[in-house]
């Protein structure tokens, strides 16, 4: 069965997940994260089928999160490292792993901490306003297309609706009446 290619659709979130939506993909992006590099590294940690694990590092390459570099020439073998747009993913595999551990963690409590070196503390992500820095909450947030949204698309009724001045986000919210 094929499935739907959300690469060209006019949402970040679409295309970011037709690339790394599989649960697969952000587990081989843990594990590098994680330190692990290679082939069979991965296949060690992750109990990943082969082919499988083939297709994900070939996608992860092929869009720009890891680079495949030679460690040893006879018989070829190659090792996978982060690039910068696949560094600049860590931000979002930290705010699912803080939603896990706030929501599915067991009584025993969070499987892995993250410590902060620099303040020497343990630290769980946080999503905040990049302008004040307070934390973003939906219902505190609305959306407003921007330049990339496609002009064809902004006579539709549900379009202008679904982006209309001051309607907060979520919980099928319509508009806002209050700061």
């Keep these: 069965m094929r499935r ?3 690469g060209t659709w006019p949402c970040s979130i679409a295309r970011t997940a037709d690339i790394l939506g599989d649960a697969w993909t952000l587990l081989v992006l843990r594990e590098v994260f994680y330190g692990e590099s290679r082939f069979d590294g991965f296949i060690g940690s992750l109990g990943i089928a082969r082919n499988t694990l083939t297709d994900r590092l070939r996608r992860l390459e092929s869009e720009g999160l890891l680079r495949r570099r030679a460690y040893q020439t006879d018989p070829v ?3 996978y490292l982060l690039t910068d747009k696949g560094r600049d993913f860590f931000g979002v595999l ?3 792993n803080a939603w896990g551990d706030r929501w599915l963690a067991r009584d025993e409590g969070a499987p892995v ?3 902060h ?3 020497d503390h343990d630290t769980q992500a946080r999503v905040v306003c990049s302008s004040c820095g ?3 909450r939906h219902q505190d947030l609305t959306a407003r297309t921007g330049p990339g949204y496609p002009p064809r698309l902004l006579d539709d009724p ?3 609706e679904r982006f209309a001045p001051g309607r907060a986000l979520g919980d099928g919210a ?3 009446t209050s700061p």
């Design 94 to 96: 930290a705010a699912i």
């Design 77 to 79: 073998r190659h090792e």
């Design 134 to 136: 307070e934390p973003l």
């Design 117 to 119: 070196m620099s303040c």
């Design 174 to 176: 319509g508009p806002r």
């Design 4 to 6: 739907t290619s959300f």
């Design 113 to 115: 901490v993250l410590r």
């Design 158 to 160: 549900a379009v202008r």
